[in-house]
Nanobody, 113 residues
Framework: EVQLVESGGGLVQPGESLRLSCAAS????????MRWVRQAPGKGLEWVST????????NYADSVKGRFTISRDDAKNTLYLQMNSLNPEDTAVYYC??????WGQGTQVTVSS
């Protein structure tokens, strides 16, 4: 059974940083393309970032490029999202995803002064 469990969200002030984690199980993590997706209050899903197997190829939405970094630790079956210079527009529930079928329960990130 595929399981994805996000953690690391919280309430931070503008300009601060957070690192999200996603613990994966039930599949061969090292072979999987993994994504972070977010949903802001009252808005639809927004793709944030993708990382290919091996971590050599990453992509980012323009809204987070230069501020967020996606990474993976295949030995720990864990996906990460380092988020720097957070602003209120980054407030959302963040989900990690395997393909388009498997999603975690999400972790809330709130950026507010």
């Amino acid at each position: 059974e595929v399981q994805l469990v996000e953690s690391g969200g919280g309430l931070v002030q503008p300009g601060e940083s957070l690192r999200l984690s996603c613990a994966a199980s039930g599949f061969t993590f090292s072979s999987a393309i993994m994504r972070w997706v977010r949903q802001a209050p009252g808005k639809g899903l927004e793709w944030v970032s993708t990382i290919n197997p091996g971590g050599g190829s990453t992509n980012y939405a323009d809204s987070v490029k230069g501020r967020f970094t996606i990474s993976r630790d295949d030995a720990k079956n864990t996906l990460y999202l380092q988020m720097n210079s957070l602003n209120p527009e980054d407030t959302a529930v963040y989900y990690c995803a395997k393909g388009v079928t498997y999603w975690g329960q999400g972790t809330q990130v709130t950026v507010s002064s």
